[in-house]
């Protein structure tokens, strides 16, 4: 009775054997299979860039003064000629109106005498001492709070004039002796009025500077200062761009740039809630020097600068100051049989492909060409419409195996 049950249960053994052994004979793998079309494949790279204006004008101050108007907002449009600030030029004035005073005595002095000259000397040392005096006065009302600051500052102007004019007298009269011995008196006044008319032209010309206007119609931005604040000559107070032209300023590795050239086309590539948009682009301009520039990770880098031109019309869509990514295509090859490189798996002393003919998979010797980090060209080995399975570590496949594929 044992051994009947030993021959039935062996036999149920060879029978479930012998099913798996048909089954994998048989049975098909699904997958996924790539039907080899010619096709583009690329050699690209990505760096971010930053939108700017083409045209963009700093307004610079070119005096350092207190700003008193300010009729302009970030963001606000202007015409050409419109006044964007207004700076307070009081102290140029008096300066001009001093300098203009001298002119006018200077003039004159050709007429005068020496004892003309000690005159005028002492009636401005009077009026200094008096000068001197009144500040004293409106220093200690100061301190009491019986006087404002505009009176002590007024004050302290007057001394400063009076004391530089008597300076200037006392060097006119040393002068005047020394010319007068030398017989070079008309030389002399000559040279003073030329010096000093041409102090007055540079003041003039600073007070007229005073008003900064807008060079060119456009819109006000990077606004970076305030009614009563100190405008610093030199420093951009604004700057005006149009928005009728805009470009892409990035920094390539220095390694990269070499396989770049002017009116290479690129694409500009911004990212907004997720979605891409494309512009179209073209390389204007390659600086010839590379510049230090930090990384992301804080890692020094050597980069160039590259300037890129939107080629269609961007319709507003893009805002100066926002980033985008630039893709650069540095080779390219059309009508190629291009498979991705997770496909390739080593095989004898080269690289094969799995295909799949008449429904089974077969092992498919090929010779590789152009590749990029994802895909490569295969030069030998296939043709138009071979099929081949993506996934070369597929669990159960080998030579002869049924492949179907799971998209049709």
Do not use: C
């Amino acid at each position: 009775m044992k051994t009947k049950w030993k021959l039935i249960w062996g036999g149920l053994a060879l029978s479930v054997i012998l099913v798996f052994i048909v089954f994998n004979l048989s049975g098909s793998i699904e997958t996924e299979l790539l039907e080899v079309k010619p096709s583009t494949i690329a050699n690209t790279f990505k760096e971010e860039g930053t939108i700017v204006p083409q045209i963009e004008q700093p307004i610079y101050p070119l005096i350092n003064a207190k700003i008193i108007e300010l009729p302009v907002k970030e963001g606000q449009k202007v015409e050409e000629g419109q006044v964007l600030a207004v700076l307070d030029t009081t102290d140029l004035q008096f300066q001009l109106q001093q300098l203009q005073g001298q002119l006018t005595s200077i003039q004159g002095e050709q007429t005068q005498t020496f004892k003309d000259l000690e005159l005028q000397i002492k009636q401005i040392e009077l009026d200094l001492a008096a000068y001197e005096k009144e500040l004293e006065r409106i220093q200690e009302l100061y301190k009491m709070g019986a006087a404002t600051k505009k009176e002590l500052e007024e004050a302290e102007r007057l001394v400063r004039q009076t004391a530089l004019a008597l300076e200037q007298e006392k060097e006119t009269l040393r002068l005047f002796q020394e010319q007068e011995s030398s017989g070079g008196t008309a030389r002399f006044y000559t040279g003073r009025i030329e010096a000093i008319e041409a102090q007055i032209q540079h003041l003039e010309y600073q007070i007229n500077q005073g008003t900064l206007t807008a060079p060119s119609k456009g819109t006000v931005a990077n606004l970076a200062g305030k009614i009563g604040e100190m405008a610093k000559a030199g420093v951009p107070l604004m700057t005006v761009f149009q928005e009728d032209a805009y470009q892409v300023e990035v920094y390539v590795l220095a390694e990269d740039v070499t396989f770049l050239e002017k009116g290479m086309k690129v694409n500009l590539i911004q990212d907004r809630k997720g979605q891409e948009i494309t512009f179209p682009g073209i390389i204007r301009e390659i600086s010839p020097t590379a510049t230090e520039r930090l990384s992301p990770l804080g890692l020094e880098e050597q980069r160039v600068k590259v300037t890129v031109d939107f080629t269609s019309d961007t319709n507003n869509r893009v805002i100066p100051g926002s980033k985008l990514d630039v893709e650069f295509t540095t080779e390219k090859m059309e009508n190629q049989l291009v498979v991705p490189q997770t496909a390739l798996f080593p095989y004898e002393s080269g690289s094969a492909l799995w295909v799949v003919r008449q429904g089974k998979a077969r092992v498919q010797p090929v010779t590789e060409g152009f590749a990029t980090n994802e895909y490569v060209v295969i030069e030998k080995g296939l043709e138009a419409g071979d099929l081949v399975i993506l996934n070369p570590q597929l669990e159960g496949l080998k030579e002869g195996k049924k492949i179907k594929n799971i998209k049709g």
